[in-house]
């Protein structure tokens, strides 16, 4: 591809952006055929690029095999380890072009080396359209002078820079957003909030959930009222309760959570996957206030992350299925496929979680006796917010990593800090961290420690291993050690005699991580 060709890729993709209403991008996207969209993507990227054509051939699998939804289901699924270890950097470019894309992001791994994703003007864009669902249905900013708040983490980190340019295009089509970026800088947000905000009728802070309430909560602290500036949420990182959200709410005087509120479901690897809608609030307060429907239609009596997708954007499978599902409930291990700088198909993100179609779901709801469309409606007089789009649902990763403010923290990490001199003598090396709410519904890393034979614990010893840890958290863990506040990262430690039932039992596998 060459510089005019670039070129007008890129003025094609903005000019169809700016030129399409958000109306007519989802309805096109329900006229496809999600199956036949996604075996056209496999088609192209089995053509176009290197590394998935080698990975292809390694397999033994001749791309022009795969002609229906059948084929496509029993390829062999991509991971970290299997796929974007093995090749170079260019290899997962089309054509093997690096220049094909004008942006790099990195996400921390398990040891602190980063993994390096790509991306070009246009895979914004298309992320873009999740935004502009957002501000658009739950927050009416189409007719809302709205000023943007950007609170994540800036630099090479894909939140920051990523949200930015998504809010600056919604700008560039028309929507009265004004967009300022502060990153993770709680000094300067609460100087916008207090000088900028009454220039706008709204204003919306865009962080990791408790990063923001932090925000909320130091605004209160310095005798700020929060009322005047109708704040708003988007957020990314982490499951959070519903009595998380409603706790903020009453903090800022939200009086419709289901409009004021909205977590996104987003990797470094793919940007967006999908987005919490009015609807799917609506469905998981109710949820959260009937733990027998949630288990029956989760699998689990912990409340996931639930939101919406669009299928054509990126495409949900369940590998690894388990039992005692209903048509149109899957649950299991998530798979995803979409286009980006560079494609994944069939991707492993080692979440577990599952997929509901849309007539799934409130046929499920009204089995429970609960109308989500109705209810909504009484909220507000208009139908924003209700769309016809499937649902997906997260439960967080598989491999035994927490998020922290939107960090991923990996049992690794915290072995290094307990192999150090001195500590290692103390402490067998088994552990179990975990996030934890304290009294005022503020997340803290919790680590239980297992203690040598003829240890004793001492306050002493507590504050040398959390110091330990913390050092090696911030040397190994750069998301860690820029995405959350300095006061946040200290780890609360237990240190726990040898064979503590609650958390190190004898005679059973161990387990590093509760969730």
């Given at each position: 591809?060459?510089?005019q ?33 996604i075996?056209?993507?496999?088609q192209?990227v089995a053509?176009?690029?290197p ?12 791309p022009d ?13 991509l991971t ?5 270890k ?26 602190g ?7 070009f ?6 992320i ?22 950007i609170?994540?983490a ?13 809010c600056?295009y ?14 993770t800088?709680?000094?300067e947000?609460?100087r ?25 909560d ?13 704040l708003?949420f ?13 706790l ?7 009086q ?11 990797t ?10 009015p ?6 307060q ?25 299928p ?17 409930i ?5 798979l995803?496929?979409?286009?980006n ?5 069939r ?6 979680g ?12 009204s ?21 016809n ?8 990763r ?30 067998t ?7 934890l ?21 001492s ?19 750069s998301?860690f ?10 780890p609360?430690?237990?240190?726990l005699?040898?064979?503590?039932p ?5 005679g ?6 509760r969730n």
């Amino acid at each position: 591809m060459n510089y005019q060709q670039q070129s007008q890729r890129a003025i094609k993709g903005f000019e169809d952006f700016l030129h399409t209403p958000l109306e007519t991008v989802l309805q096109q996207h329900l006229n496809k055929n999600p199956a036949g969209e996604i075996i056209k993507l496999f088609q192209d990227v089995a053509t176009n690029v290197p590394a998935y054509q080698a990975f292809l051939n390694q397999q033994q699998i001749n791309p022009d095999n795969i002609q229906n939804f059948d084929d496509f289901q029993k390829l062999p699924t991509l991971t970290k380890d299997n796929y974007l270890k093995c090749y170079s950097l260019a290899d997962f470019c089309r054509h093997g072009k690096i220049e094909s894309c004008d942006m790099i992001a990195a996400s921390s791994g398990s040891t602190g080396k980063p993994t390096f994703w790509l991306r070009f003007f246009t895979d914004e864009l298309a992320i873009a359209t999740r935004f502009e669902q957002i501000f658009y249905d739950s927050f009416f900013a189409d007719t809302k002078p709205t000023l943007a708040v950007i609170c994540f983490a800036l630099g090479t980190w894909v939140g920051g820079m990523f949200t930015t340019n998504c809010c600056r295009y919604l700008s560039s089509k028309g929507y009265p957003v004004t967009v300022i970026s502060p990153g993770t800088n709680k000094t300067e947000i609460l100087r916008v909030m207090e000088e900028l905000s009454p220039n706008f009728e709204q204003t919306v802070l865009l962080g990791y959930p408790p990063f923001l309430k932090d925000v909320v909560d130091t605004a209160i602290a310095q005798g700020m009222e929060l009322k005047p500036h109708n704040l708003k949420f988007v957020m990314a990182g982490e499951v959070f309760s519903e009595e998380w959200r409603n706790l903020v709410g009453e903090r800022v005087g939200s009086q419709n959570p289901c409009y004021d509120f909205a977590s996104l479901y987003g990797t470094a690897d793919a940007g967006v996957l999908g987005n919490e809608t009015p609807l799917s609030i609506c469905i998981r307060q109710f949820l959260a206030k009937n733990p027998d429907a949630a288990r029956n239609l989760f699998g689990e009596s912990r409340l996931p992350t639930l939101v919406q997708y669009d299928p054509i954007n990126r495409f949900f499978e369940v590998a690894q299925t388990e039992g005692n599902n209903r048509e149109g409930i899957e649950r299991g291990t998530l798979l995803f496929s979409g286009d980006n700088g560079i494609p994944l198909i069939r991707y492993n993100i080692l979440d577990n979680g599952g997929i509901i179609t849309y007539d799934a779901m409130l046929k499920f709801l009204s089995e429970w006796g609960f109308n989500p469309v109705e209810a909504l409606s009484n909220k507000i007089s208009n139908q924003r917010g209700i769309r016809n789009l499937p649902f997906v649902f997260i439960f967080g990763r598989s491999n035994f990593t927490i998020s922290y403010f939107g960090a991923n923290i990996y049992p690794e990490n915290i072995k290094v800090g307990l192999e150090q001199p001195v500590i290692r003598d103390w402490v067998t090396g088994k552990f179990v961290m975990q996030i934890l709410e304290d009294t005022d519904k503020n997340n803290f890393v919790s680590i239980a420690v297992e203690l040598a034979p003829e240890v004793e614990a001492s306050e002493e010893k507590k504050q040398a291993v959390a110091d330990s840890i913390l050092t090696q958290l911030k040397r190994l863990n750069s998301e860690f050690a820029n995405y959350v506040p300095p006061q946040y990262q200290t780890p609360r430690v237990e240190l726990l005699p040898m064979g503590e039932p609650e958390y190190f039992p004898q005679g059973v596998k161990h387990r590093y991580t509760r969730n």
